[in-house]
């Protein structure tokens, strides 16, 4: 495709009447929402560096900061839960900004005639997750809702971490770093669907739900000049590779033939009319690194078991036109754009 040609969207683009499903699934609608309403009305420089997490200095002292909530459906699912969800993705937040995750508050809205012993599964998943990621959790707050105005549970948690000395963020990446992805992609989405849809597979399929701060702290612990991190929940892969073109204003370029699927996941896509690159994961993340260092991170992720089989997936092209573009196994290039719907809703 020439690079003098430019796309648009005959559709309109302004926010509807009303809040539809898509402005939470991490595509055009959201980012929409995001720069017409909230990034206007509370403008600063740690909203306006567009990252997963606030890192700011507090006297001597680099501090990460993040809040998430979660309103999954179904509350359980093979390889996780809501409980297990809600810490490891606010930790993976502040990891992806270089922060050892330390500590967690939970927020929980509960609906009238939820089973106890299903809250207390929860909880002892929570208490479980926390653990295995090295976080306590501090604080919290309870709120009951009549039934019918809830969906049984949805978990809000905010996060609090030290921050490494070395910034992690969009507005360092450059043209000529690396793309590497820790794994492969889509396990979450299609764990779920596999819930909602009654799916089977010959071999069994869970979500990677996992913590990420080991596999980042050791990228930093042997000196990996990483200049941006991204872990791909909602939109996946696609939309985690556009939000950081757009932010940092950049064209990215990836070889799709070097993204891992497997086999269920690829099989449930096709049958679901899926785009496994923009499904989600959450225990996985593209690291942008200098070209120098390629070789020293893919050693050092090999050696994490949540990210023992990264790739280098693409590079980061000129400044100017955020484009990202995927080519295909033939050669063929495809234009992988912000999604405008919402292709998996309430998948975390």
């Known amino acids: 495709m ?9 559709l309109p683009n302004q926010l509807p009447e009303t809040i539809q499903l898509a402005h939470g699934g991490g595509g055009r ?4 929402l995001l720069e017409r309403l909230f990034l206007p009305a509370f403008a600063n420089q740690w909203l306006d560096a567009r990252h997963d997490s606030a890192v700011m200095r507090i006297g001597a002292e680099r501090i990460a900061f993040t809040t998430d909530t979660y309103v999954v459906s179904p509350l359980f699912f093979p390889g996780g839960d809501i409980g297990k969800l809600a810490v490891f993705g606010t930790v993976n937040d502040l990891a992806m900004a270089g922060a050892r995750p330390l500590y967690l508050s939970a927020g929980f809205i509960l609906e009238e005639g939820l089973p106890l012993a299903m809250l207390e599964i929860i909880v002892a998943s929570m208490r479980e997750a926390a653990a295995a990621a090295g976080v306590e959790l501090v604080t919290g707050d309870t709120k009951v809702v009549d039934r019918g105005k809830g969906d049984a549970v949805f978990i809000n948690t905010a996060g609090i971490g030290a921050a490494a000395d070395v910034e992690i963020s969009p507005r360092r990446v450059q043209p000529g770093d690396v793309i590497i992805l820790s794994g492969d ?10 819930v909602r849809k ?3 597979f010959e071999t069994a399929l869970e979500s990677d739900c996992a913590p990420l701060w ?17 872990d791909l929940t909602r939109g996946g892969l696609a939309s985690a590779l556009n939000e ?25 896509c096709e049958l679901l009319g899926l785009d496994p690159l923009y499904v989600a994961n959450e225990g996985r993340f593209v690291a942008f690194v200098t070209a ?10 090999s050696g994490c078991t949540v990210s023992a089989q990264p790739r280098v997936i693409g590079t980061v ?29 309430r998948i975390c």
């Open 185 to 194: 992609v889509g396990r979450h989405g299609i764990a779920i669907m596999s």
């Open 317 to 345: 092209g000129a400044r100017g036109d955020a484009i990202v573009e995927a080519l295909g196994a033939l050669g063929n290039p495809r234009i992988l754009d912000l999604l405008s719907g919402e292709q998996l809703p």
């Open 214 to 230: 080991q596999p980042v702290s050791a990228l930093l612990q042997k000196g990996v000049d990483v200049h941006c991190m991204r």
């Open 198 to 200: 009654g799916l089977s």
């Open 29 to 32: 609608m959201m980012r929409s």
């Open 244 to 268: 950081i073109a757009l932010d940092a204003g950049v064209a990215i370029a990836i070889d799709e033939s070097a993204v891992a699927v497997c086999e269920p996941v690829a099989a449930a």
């Open 2 to 10: 020439s690079r003098d040609f430019r796309l648009s969207c005959p």
């Open 292 to 301: 120098e260092h390629a070789d020293r991170a893919l050693d050092v992720l």
